[in-house]
Every structure is written in structure tokens, then in C-alpha cells.
């Protein structure tokens, strides 16, 4: 089954509020979401409650997904990010978590968890993340996992718009010829 | 061929990606999604774009998460149906069943009605507002014609006063032109203020001329004639080209239309001296 298959089929699950939805976004998304959330939270059970919660709101809100707006993908996301800095304004977060704030987003060194345990395909994936430059890093990951908009990310990093889309733009073709050898 | 590389000029343009972020505005995402509907190399370059910013996320997850979350989350989704589904089927309270004493078919033939009265209202508002549409043209169009019509009435207002206030001066002269053997019937008044330099055209007996001919003033200063202007039609109270002291005499000729330097004299219809 193709990528577009396996899309429209989730779209339409969803549509009519099927929990099978559900099971074909965890096989093929939740990695990805699970990347997304935890960049957010900085805490693997925590991260864990967020994608559960997130995905309840995927399947209640699956009907007004709008596939000419946007992509799938890119809806989810929305949410989960959403639920993920949600978490991180509870009480219970910020009680527990506050020293970490400074160190979001920083650079690709700064992953959650990286221990001997870690699977090999995963490690890979890391390598392939740390040959974008810290710079690059720091835009892609405070725009696609912080939410960030463009104006938002050049308060934030103390940069110039301009070079903050410029910035984004490299480093997303940059990530977009590696997938294609 | 043209089309081709405005193509791959998009595609290298960083739209693409930015629609992948859901980073544009509304209009230009949905143009994209239809772009991409009818052009397969665009529906691939997004669909990589994607798979390189789902491979980026997945490089920041430390792992896969927990093999229970699949199973908690579907308990989860039902537990949430189970509610719903018993927030559906749960009896009213008894007091408002008394207070309201719907029946459900009761209850649907209420929102019928209301559904069809509303209709028809939106039905009635909408006639109503296309013909009041129309009348607010017709209105438009009425006080058009109506604001160009008090606009003439201004002017010939203003040209009456202007005309009057010279009448009042104590240095204005009527003059009377008789009519010569041609034409022994016409008659022309004038006034005159040199001073002011006005001349009026206060009243025209004179025959109707053929197409192509046209009635002209002279004055006649120091044996000379001067132009004073082309008559329009026969009208009362016309005003002429100023002519200042000196004149002798005024004179009309026929002359052919819009006028001539100097005048046709055996063609002279009415003269008075001053």
C-alpha cells in the first residue's frame, strides 16, 4: 500500500469517526508524532500522555479534517504539538520541568534519552539530523516543533525575518535531497 | 513546454514546502492542494518534502513509544463514545419533562415548523432585499437626473441675477433695432452698459433662418463693425460679447453658421444708432 493509499484511507476513517483510524496513524505516524511531542515536553511518560491525549482529539476531531487545506500529516501535527504545549503549561509541569526551559530547542545535541538501549535505526537518524548545522536546527525545530511563526522565531533568536526564512528554506531542502539520493 | 518549467520553478520556489508546514495563508494552501490534484510531480515533491520533515521528527523521539498506548488510547476513544452515547440516551430530568412536555415527535415537529418558517423567512428577507436592491437603484438613477436638473435651474438662475443687476445700473441704455426694408417687420431690443461692458439681447422679433444660417450682433464703433456675438435661436435675455464706450451704433446681418469676421451688409436685418 502506497503512502497516498494509506492517507486517504485515514482520511476517510476519520471522516466517519472510525477508531481504525486510529490504529493506521499509530503504525505510521506515531513516531513521527512521538518525535513532534516529546521535543515539546522533554519527558518520555509525559510525552506518552500527551500522544495518547492527542489522538483522542485526532479521532473526535477527525470529521472536520479538511484535506484541501493541508496535508494529513501536517493537521496532526498541529494537534499533538498543541496538546504537547498545553502539557508544558500545567502546573505539574512547570513545577517539575522549569530548569529545562532554557535548554529548548537549543541544538540536535540536546535529545532527550540518549542511551546504550537506543535501537541502531534510531541512531542513524540522529546522525542524519546532526549534519544540519546547529543554525539550521534551531529554525527548523522552533518553527515545525514549537509552532513558531516565522515573525516569532526571529524574536525569538534575535535574527533578521529574512534570514529566518531563509534559513528554514535551506535547511528544508537540505533535509528534502538527503531523503531522495 | 512553458508549463513544465513554470512547474519546476514552483516547485524550487519553497512554496511547496511552506504548504507542507501548513505555513500559508488559507487561499494559497487550497490552491496548492488543487495544483497538486492535477500534477503528479508536485503531489511526489510534496509528499518527499513530508517524508524528510516526518524522518526529522522521528529522529528526535528517543524511541518508539510504549507498546500499550495503542490499546490505552482505543480504551480511551471508548470511554469517550460510552459517554456520549449515555449523555444521548439519558432521561431528562423529571421536573423539565413536566415544565416542557415534549414528546421527541413532538420535539421534531416544533424544529420542522421552525426550520420551514425560517426558510420561508430567509425566502421573504431575500425577495424583500433584492427588490428594495432595485429600488434604491431606481431611486439613484431619479436623484441623478434630479441633481442635474437643479444644477441648470442654478445656473440660469445666477446668469437671470447677473443679467438683472446690470437692468438695475443707472448707466445701462435699452436700445431698439428697427427693421430695415428687407425685413421691416423685425424688431430687436438691446441693453447696454459700457461702462460694465454688458450687452444683452432682451428680446429678438426676427424670422426663422434656414439650416446653416445664423443671426449676428455688430456694433458699430467709429464707422467700423465689431463683432458682438452669434444670437442662439430667438431666444429672450441673451448675453452678447462685452462691448465697452464708443459704439455708435448696432446692427444684426444673416450670416452663414458660426459666424463670420466681418459682415454680409445687404443681408443687414435690423439697425438702431445709440
Known sequence: MTQ???EADIVRLLASQEKEAIRLIFRHYRRALFGVIISVVKDEALAEDTLQDALVKIWRNGPTYDPSKGRLYTWMLNICRNAAIDKTRSRHFQAGLVTQKE??????????????????????????VTRLSPEHQEVVNLIYFGGRTHQEASEELNLPLGTVKSRLRKALGILRTWMSP | MDESLNISAFMESGHLELYVLGDLPVEEMESITRLAATHPEIREEIEAIEASLISYAEAHAPNDPAGGLLSRTLKAIDAEFEDDREALLQPQPESQTRILDFRPRWAWAVAASILVVSGAANFWLLSNWQTSEQNLLA????QEVLAAQFQQASQLVEKSQSQLAILQLPSTRQLELAGLPGSPDSRVTLFWNPEEQALLVANAELKALPEGFQYQLWAIIDGQPVDAGLLTGLEAWQQMKGIGPGAQ????????TGGSISP???????????
Open chain 2, 139 to 142: 431611486l439613484r438613477q431619479e
Open chain 2, 264 to 274: 454680409t451688409l445687404n443681408d443687414m436685418v435690423v439697425l438702431g444708432n445709440v
Open chain 2, 249 to 256: 451704433a448696432f446692427a444684426i446681418t444673416i450670416e452663414p
Open chain 1, 103 to 128: 535548554d529548548f530547542f537549543v541544538s540536535g545535541s540536546n535529545l532527550p534519552h540518549l542511551d546504550t538501549e537506543t535501537p541502531v535505526d534510531t541512531l542513524d537518524l540522529r546522525n542524519w
Open chain 1, 4 to 6: 497516498h493509499s494509506i
